[in-house]
């Protein structure tokens, strides 16, 4: 069993395929995908994510404002993020933070928005999803600041970031999520971060339909894959498939009991990795 944590299936590009993907994933080992719906907020990809969770038990889902649309956040928005806490598949906030690299949103409306949905997220006792680029100092500290103290845990999703970033993460409660980047050829630093951390805490995903890993670079992203960062990462760590796939499996499984303990989900039934 194999789990890909982060993937944006709700996008309209997999609207001619999505169940052959989800089938070809599942073919493959892939036994629980979660569907971060938060690409265009105010078209739909939440609703959409939560209708493709609701077609399949293995699927799961989030709610939350990326930090590219921060400049969005107001009493509204969050009052529509509210209401679609209630479905039933949704299993943590986000993904939300800081993105100082593209900077769609302003650094303080950024901020702001992530100190607010860290609130939200505490009140409703959800483990949060963590997006950050190029904003190391501010994320951790809003971390420490508005989370640390919650005893929630959360994830660090696709992460790129440094040794210290992912100590300090891993130090309140986080899990370090690693995408297909870790497996470019240019990403020799980001293996060798991923080499010092334990393995129990660490997860895979895909982040489809963007970030396809080697060898596959160019084409759009899907679930499946999450098979081959997880190959690169284990051959990072010196362990087996079969161990890595074991070890993120239970790393998920601790942080979302509710979602791999469902009475309908017949792990093992799929393909042998």
């Known amino acids: 069993m194999i ?32 569907a971060v ?10 609703e959409r994510a939560q209708q493709i969770a609701e077609s399949y038990p293995f699927i799961y889902t989030t709610v939350g404002l990326h930090p590219h649309d921060a400049k969005l956040y107001n009493e509204q928005i969050e009052a ?11 299993i ?24 607010r949905q860290l609130e939200l997220a505490k009140e409703l006792r959800l483990p949060v999803i963590i997006h950050t680029r190029d904003a190391e100092a501010d994320t951790i500290d809003i971390l420490h600041t508005y989370w640390a103290a919650t005893g929630l845990r959360g994830i660090m999703h696709c992460f790129t970031g440094s040794y210290e970033l ?38 895979v995903e895909t982040d489809c339909p963007f970030l396809s890993p080697e060898p596959h670079r160019g084409r759009r992203n ?15 760590l010196s362990v087996d498939l079969l161990e890595l796939a074991a070890a993120t499996t239970a790393n998920f499984s601790k942080l979302f009991p509710k979602a791999v303990q469902q009475p309908e989900l017949n792990y093992g039934t799929t393909k042998q990795l």
């Open 3 to 34: 789990i890909d944590s982060h993937a944006h299936i709700d996008f309209t590009g997999y609207d001619d395929d999505r169940d052959e993907v989800i089938a070809r994933a599942r073919s493959a080992g892939v036994d629980l995908i979660v």
């Open 37 to 46: 719906g938060n690409g265009d907020i105010i078209e739909g990809s939440h």
């Open 166 to 203: 992912a100590k300090a993460a891993i130090d309140i409660g986080m899990l370090i999520s690693f995408s297909g980047i870790i497996t470019f050829k240019k990403s020799a630093e980001l293996r060798s971060v991923a080499a010092k951390l334990p393995l129990d805490t660490l997860l």
């Open 222 to 236: 899907e679930p499946v894959r999450v098979i081959d960062v997880a190959q690169v990462l284990a051959k990072v």
């Open 92 to 115: 943590a906030w986000g993904e939300c933070g800081l993105d100082y690299y593209y900077m769609h949103s302003p650094q303080e409306t950024q901020r702001r928005a992530f100190i």
């Open 80 to 90: 529509y993020l509210l209401k679609l806490c209630k479905h039933r598949k949704v």
